[in-house]
């Protein structure tokens, strides 16, 4: 009898310890969903070629260019299969998607059409890969899962009185508590499920809500789509899903899209059920590419994080090293830096000398309600590479050496790039100026707006303004962008794929402006009005995304080449963005010089600014002055403040002449003046991959801080 | 938690037994499923970290039973009638649900009719493989254009710009010709003769001097050529064309009127 009962508190205490051990170690407040994850959710190896024998236009396949072309395109779009565009009131399909990138016309959830002015030439569908395809079968009542208890939001959830304005309360509450956990929830510890998880090691089993069969149809469905809209040399697609995690303290944003190389992919998608923890992502791109499947995640909204996405940590608090330095850049080559969520390029706290720092700032954390404050700090790109640069130099390798791309993050299958037809991304929330807060509101809509903020305890998101009362959800920091750019030699997946990895990007706010950017010793022999510009360049330099060698400490000199978007503004001026590790003070410093100036104009040399062009916009019909700014735009460059021992790196930022913002343009279509308090114009922008300068080893001896080097990663 | 919910249930029970008392059936009768209050709860913890208490409780049930009353009162004065979004929500979820229901691989006597009733689509564009002496607008393309098309055929050296987005074209169509240089410059090219420098011809960037030496004829190719393309496409368009379907079948049923006389 005593034994009997010691060995049940032993197995009791063991359990609980257990727990209680996973916990410490998975720094994750869901213990069984933790267990599991030990286990690394084996299930997601498993490799499916997806690939559809397609013959179709092999005849007409441009010849590749070995000097490279810019392709443009998108590479986060999502579709009804993303658990919150259905939410979105979004029913359009990947396919949808696809035949919009090339140029056809498809419906936005309020029923007009939504068109590009040129088709593009790459565009990658990336549904949330977790619940994907499960709220549509939620909706859909003739399903079986749809017959349990948490189905049951979703079915009312397009009912009768459903309005646009007055559904935004419950909307964002469904998006809220999808992400909040309340339908994750696993079975009872008991329950034979549970073991079925654990032997099939798939986590997502363990959930009551989960059904394997339509997940992995629906990724099916997304990888079929992409493959058989890919037309090698013509148009191309990636098989891909967004991994949408986030802290699990203070909810800091850590979004990332997963694009695959090829037409083969895993079953289904690796998620934030089966880990929270990016860095377990890394380890499953890993193990995929040791079986030969290669990917790319490229993170993005860092500006949502609160400072989480460049954090000088790991995601469990221990202190990078090289080893997280290399894995992440193995695995993440790539950031997006702008899309409708916001810029993530610097700001103006980060950046107070930059006068371009205040650009399309989203003050928020993503998905927060009520809105939350994120914090700049660890949030933004340009500090980020200065903080990799200060990683670098206590030996702890450089985990923020990315490249640039913009996207869109549109929700409703078609990214929304043109500031005078903008249609933001969230679908019913956002899909016209009185909800995304450019024109004031209808009475009634202002009183069914309050009432259902009351409703779901949200404060209440109206202002009064000169003009009325506006909508204040916080569509007003959205915007019009962005565009993933890359220079490849042709327009199919391995020249593409290929190009991202080793970073030869760019990013823009919308237009295809393109740019051209080149770092060398004595770049300056070359003839800029040559022919032979290009192949020169390429052959005596490197280009975005390369490390620059110290050479005998010469002063490196930059070849920087932008052209205008024909369908946009032209161009005001192209600026040389440097960091860099002052090796006397150790500070980071950064500095803004523009390089080339519209209209024959020179940059001044002591305030390396560009004088006034003189290019003005006109508020009430957004009309700008012409005969202004530059076609192209084109210098060779030398650092005049060059030290041969400090470590930096230089990006190139191209401007547009300023034009109308889209919340202007919806005012003055609606009849009104612009919002007070918004930006009324703006200037478009790309951004290159930066070009890092490596000096020589440095003969200063590093000694480590207390804790933060493992000296196993000394060399 | 659940006490909560079982003081409720009593007292629904209670309100339950008094309205079977009155007798007084109708269609005013409400049921507030468990699920709907607990996810409304879990909800609210969410958003605010703890539980709610009490009064708070009682608050979301009733709020929920309001809303619940509300929404019966709006459709039996018929608000929803007449509303243009709630009509296009619910005509959207139909279509969706029609478009979900088709997935039968054609035959291929299927795919050969719709390839011959769909050539125009699959017509393979002309090609031109062209070469070009650029010159920048920033740099007076137009005096310098002029020049160069008389120093060409002088044997002159050309002094020009090079051209961002490359030289030397190769089986472009005209709908790639028209993104990288503009309408008007593709309009122009369309027209052109063969081995032959023509120019000056203006583009967004400056003008140009062009030299095409090779055209490839626009054709229809054979079924085998783009057999899968077919197939997507007429999947595609089964996929499409299933609501329409489904409209004709039951839109016979419906008589249709409208004021011939309206001016507008």
Sequence with gaps: MKYLRNLIILIVGLYILTLGLVYVDVYDSRPLISLFKKMQSDSALEVVDFSVDSTKNSNSRPMPNKDRNPYYGDLHVHTKYSFDAYVFGVTASPDDAYRYAKGAAVKHPLGYEMKLREPLDFYAVTDHGFYMGMIQAYADTSTDISQNDFAEPFHNLNRLDNLTVESAGERSNIFSSVLGATIIKPYPDWHPNLLKAYFSRNTQGALRSFDYDIHKSAWADVARSANEHNDPGNFTTFIGYEFTTSTDIEGGNLHRNVIFESSKASIRPWTRIDSINPEDLWTWQDRLREKGVDTISMPHNSNGSNGQMFEMESFKGNALDVEYAEKRMRNEPLVEITQVKGTSETHPLLSPDDEWADFEIMDVRVGSRPPTYSKPSGSYVREAYLNGLTLEFTKQGNPYKFGLIGSSDTHVVASSLDESNYWSKVGLLDGDPENRGSVPLKEENVARLEEYMRAFNQPISTVTLEQGEYANTGFTQWGASGLAAAWAEENTRESLFAAFRRKETFATTGPRISVRFFGGYNLSSIDLNSESLVSEAYSKGVTMGADLLNNDDQIPEFIVWALRDMNSAPLQRIQIIKGWIDMNSGRPKEKVFDVACSDGLEPDPITNRCPDNGARVNINDCSITSNVGSSELKTVWKDPEFKVDDKAFYYVRVLENPTCRWSTWDAIKSGFKPREGLHETIQERAWSSPIWYIPKQSEVEVIPLGGTIQLRNID | ?264
């Design chain 2, 1 to 264: 938690m659940k006490n909560k919910i079982l003081v409720f249930f009593i007292i629904g029970f209670v309100l339950y037994l008094i309205d079977i008392g009155l007798n007084n059936y109708d269609d005013k009768e409400i049921f507030i499923s468990d699920s709907e209050i607990t996810s409304l709860i879990t909800a609210w913890r969410s958003q605010v970290g703890r539980n709610p208490n009490d009064d708070e409780v009682a608050r979301i049930i009733n709020d929920l039973v309001q809303e619940e009353i509300l929404y019966r009162e709006a459709l039996k004065l018929g608000l929803d009638q007449d509303d243009r979004i709630i009509k296009r929500r619910l005509a959207q979820k139909l279509s969706f649900l029609k478009q979900e229901s088709v997935e039968k691989l054609p035959s291929s006597q299927e795919l050969k009719d719709f390839f011959n009733d769909n050539k125009e689509k699959y017509y393979i564009e002309p090609e031109y493989t062209f070469t070009h002496y650029f010159f920048s607008s920033e740099n007076n393309s137009f005096d310098r254009s002029n020049k160069a098309i008389k120093d060409i055929y002088g044997n002159k050296q050309i002094n020009a710009d090079p051209f961002l987005l490359g030289k030397n074209f190769v089986d472009v169509n005209l709908n790639k010709i028209k993104n990288d240089f503009g309408e008007s410059f593709s309009q122009s090219i369309k027209n052109m003769e063969l081995n032959k420098w023509v120019g000056p011809i203006k583009s967004p960037y400056g003008h140009h001097i062009v030299f095409i030496s090779n055209y490839k004829n626009g054709y229809f190719p054979e079924i085998s050529m783009v057999l899968k393309q077919v197939e997507i496409d007429l999947l595609q368009l089964r996929r499409d064309s299933a609501i329409q379907e489904y409209l004709e079948e039951i839109q016979s049923e419906y008589k249709i009127y409208i004021n011939p006389e309206l001016t507008f």
